[in-house]
């Protein structure tokens, strides 16, 4: 079984940073893509962006620009620092991976954790 962490939400004012880290555990042969994606109140959730194992990065048009994601292959952990944050930028942050464990390629998501960004 294989399950995925988010960490690092939390409340700050407009213009601040955060950094989300989502370390992935369990039964992993291998990782390749790794993303973001998050959800506003009454919205739909939407990509945030994605690395590649080999880090190539691709981001939403919001996230370019302020957002940075990057990835740790040794610790199965990628990380979302975002930067001059919006209150628009608030949402429930999902991680999200392509994972084998073995035997086949399988998607998993974090539960999820909390961005709130006040003017």
């Known amino acids: 079984q294989v399950q995925l962490v988010e960490s690092g939400g939390g409340l700050v004012q407009a213009g601040r940073s955060l950094r989300l880290s989502c370390a992935a555990s369990g039964s992993i042969f291998s990782i390749a893509t790794m993303g973001w994606y998050r959800q506003a109140p009454g919205k739909q959730r939407e990509s945030v962006g994605y690395?590649?194992?080999?880090?190539?990065?691709n981001y939403a048009d919001f996230a370019k620009g302020r957002f940075t994601i990057s990835r740790d292959n040794a610790k199965n952990t990628v990380y979302l620092q975002m930067n001059s944050l919006k209150p628009e930028d608030t949402g429930v942050y999902y991680c999200?991976?392509?994972?084998?464990?073995?035997?086949?390629?399988?998607?998993?998501w974090g539960q999820g954790t909390q961005v709130s960004v006040s003017t």
């Open positions: 999200n991976a392509q994972v084998h464990s073995g035997s086949a390629w399988n998607e998993h």
């Open positions: 690395i590649s194992t080999r880090g190539s990065v």
